[in-house]
């Protein structure tokens, strides 16, 4: 217990830190100079962002959060959002990743057992290669030949074919994990034993493989998450979803530094979140991380 | 030596044929492009044909890659001999902030790095770094920590084994072993890390590029279809996406292929 806390506490330090460093570094950016640049902000937008940001007050680096807890308006432009806003955009970009994690799951069970399958026949390169073929096409692309058909029907079918453009490679990567860990697992005595008293090949999967194999699978799931909720930003763009991703794309595009400084803490502080949930599945499912902790 | 497996080599032929073609193709004979391709011209860019703007960007993407690749790799490689000679707390502390570093995602970081980069640039304190330097530096300044991570690891499974305790046991400096016997074990290693960067710096870049953030001429792969994915959506016109698709996968392909194979051969030497 004591382990898992300390584990906690230092997840924990990452938010704050990630909060001043995004806030200094957006703090000490140049915005202004004296050429007449059309890329430069005016001196009156740089004027706000000083007032956005604090700059020169005390206790001024405080000031986005203390405007996000006022309820008022993050940024220099029409585009700046509210806390509530904020968080509803965030709502809808974890809906999304969620969905995209359940479809990964689906994907990396099926991927595990195909591979598994193939791995004595002529189809065993097809084991090497699907991974290759979805590690190296970004989430846009498919995205890309998608958006045609998908963008004006409408009624969720973006949210829902973005959750599955996202959740390919993740559950290509998670499938890959599972398939090496189900190898290992079915050359065991065990399994042998439990084959040679008459279950049945689903049977012995079912009942003694999967639930020697699924920490493995557990260990991967915190960090695909997190792509899965980075990986929605481009989705959410091609798709033209008004969500967290699409929001923090055009902060960064419009310069809008205070939404960049809280949304960036406010994504750190989701992805310490999905860290310490998959932390405590673990601990529930699996009596070995119980014990190494005790 | 051991034999290198064909796996890795199908990769690396497949990445220097890229390179080779890439070469030729966008920076030698660009005018044979733009006489002879079949997909005929961009709609965004009409004065250009498909192929030039995909074999143009598969060579600003191939250099970003390798140049982002070898700079994280490098950092990676001197935190992690650093953090071992160090060892104790330092060695904890150090790898805490890059397990921090590695929790972050890739894509996030470097848009905001992007963003912090051009204001230095507009405002002239860029140090020289153009828009390509940037994206460099700011691929690298994220993508250190997994190697940092894998250099340490790596490090600490070969400095228990026997012909390292020797040569402590014979008074070898923690310098003198790291040079001698520990470096020539790594090299391997090292550069199966550098070329499961490569893929990771590609893809991180094309992402943003493909947001528009990155403001690269001429256009890597992803800020070409970027600047392209309008055309594809109001046109239909698929032919303008498909050939960039292929070969930023035949890229990212030869780079995993040859990264993997050299990877698995590194953990059964």
Known sequence: ?294 | MRRIPAQAWVGLALLGGLGVLSLLAGRVFPEVLAGTCPLGNDPTHPDRTVCELAFGGLWISLAIGLSAGALSTGIGLVVAAVARLAGGTLERWVMRLADAFFALPDVLVVMVLQLAGQSLLDAGSGAGLGPFGLMVVSLALVGWAGPARMFRNRLDTLEGQEFVAASRALGGSGAHVLRVHLWPALRPFVLAVFLSRLPAAILAESTVSFFGIARMEPMSLGRYLGTSYAALIYEGGSRVVIPAWLLLVLLVLGASLASQALATRTRQA
């Open chain 1, 1 to 294: 217990m004591r382990q898992l806390l300390v584990r906690v506490g230092r997840q924990l330090v990452l938010v704050p830190i990630v909060a001043l460093a995004s806030y200094f570094l957006m703090a000490s950016l140049p915005l202004t100079v004296e050429e007449d640049n059309k890329r430069q902000v005016s001196p009156e937008l740089a004027a706000s962002y000083r007032r956005d940001l604090g700059i020169g007050e005390p206790l001024g680096f405080l000031r986005p959060w203390q405007k996000l807890f006022r309820g008022e308006r993050l940024g220099t432009s029409a585009q700046g959002v509210t806390g509530d806003e904020l968080l509803l955009k965030l709502s809808g970009s974890v809906g999304v990743g969620l969905v995209a994690l359940a479809l990964a799951l689906v994907w990396a069970m099926g991927f595990a057992l195909l591979k598994n399958r193939w791995r004595r026949g002529r189809l065993s390169v097809l084991g090497d290669a699907v991974p290759a073929m979805a590690f190296g096409t970004p989430v846009f692309i498919p995205a890309l030949l998608l958006a045609p058909t998908v963008v004006e029907r409408g009624h969720m079918l973006p949210e829902l074919t973005a959750a599955l453009v996202i959740s390919v490679w993740p559950g290509v990567f998670l499938g890959t994990l599972l398939g090496d860990a189900l190898e290992t697992e079915l050359a065991r005595d065990y399994v042998r034993t439990a084959a040679s008293k008459g279950l049945s090949r689903g049977v012995v999967l079912r009942r003694h493989v999967l639930p020697n194999v699924l920490p493995a699978l557990l260990d991967a799931i915190g960090p695909v998450a997190t792509a899965l909720l980075a990986g929605s930003f481009a989705a959410e763009r091609v798709f033209g979803l008004p969500y967290f991703g699409q929001l923090y794309v055009l902060a960064v595009l419009q310069k809008q530094v205070a939404v960049v400084v809280v949304a960036t803490t406010v994504f750190a502080s989701v992805l310490v979140t999905v860290g310490l949930v998959v932390e405590i599945v673990r601990l529930i499912v699996d009596p070995r991380a119980r014990e190494s902790r005790t």
